[in-house]
């Protein structure tokens, strides 16, 4: 039997311990290809802005680009418009590829739902689930903690207590989307090495 399983929700500093609603930062957005289909994809890795969290990680949120049928394509187009609306980018501007959308998300503000989801090594992690523009009241965690798994009884950070705090929170909204329906172009915010541009600040 292991001593213990190194657990990445396990470790000293600032740990978000609650799912919830998040107003965060994009702290990092890279571009690469997804290491199980290949396809073009950017990992999304975000800051919690404020509340009792505030500088806790939200790690690994990915969004993947699949035009392999008109379906995917539709569903691609939603997937990272949504991401880039929350974010305050307005309708019409014209994306050229994925590097493009690493490099304009960088330190962009925008809120997240995360909850918790269970992966195969039996442990639990906070996924990101909706994205939303900036909560105006601050950030929501729902206090519904970690859940309770065999390895954490053998280990003393984490209490498994998954009950509800009472909150008058509010509902998480999504907002619509749209699609791209300009070809406004905004290469000059956009570069293609997917940074953002270091000599002239964003149009938008």
């Known amino acids: 039997m292991p001593l213990f399983t190194t657990d990445s929700n396990n470790v000293f500093g600032k740990t978000l311990k609650e799912a919830g609603t998040y107003n965060v930062r ?5 571009a690469k290809n997804s290491h199980s289909s290949g396809k073009p ?6 800051e919690v802005l404020d509340g009792e969290y505030a500088g806790a990680p939200i790690r690994y949120d990915y969004a993947v ?6 379906e995917h394509f539709e569903m691609s ?4 418009n949504t991401i880039m ?7 019409g501007k014209a994306v050229e590829n994925v590097p493009q959308i690493a490099g304009v998300m960088l330190n962009r503000k925008l809120a997240v739902t995360v909850d918790w989801e269970q992966a195969q090594n039996g442990n639990w992690y906070l996924r990101v689930k909706g994205y939303q523009k ?9 206090g519904v903690t970690r859940p309770e798994t065999a390895q954490d009884s053998h280990q003393s950070n984490f ?13 998480t909204s999504y907002g619509a989307n749209n699609g791209f329906t300009s070809q ?16 002239k600040e964003l149009p938008f």
């Open 26 to 30: 994009v702290a990092s957005a890279v």
């Open 41 to 46: 994809m950017v990992e999304f890795n975000y």
């Open 65 to 70: 680009w699949n035009d392999d049928t008109p």
């Open 77 to 80: 187009v939603r997937r990272f």
């Open 85 to 91: 609306i929350a974010s305050d980018i307005p309708s």
């Open 134 to 142: 900036l909560l105006q009241d601050g950030s929501q965690p729902n």
């Open 159 to 171: 209490s498994g207590n998954n009950g509800q705090r009472s909150t008058n929170r509010s509902n």
């Open 184 to 199: 406004t172009n905004f290469n000059a915010a956009m570069p293609t090495n997917g940074q953002a541009s270091a000599d």
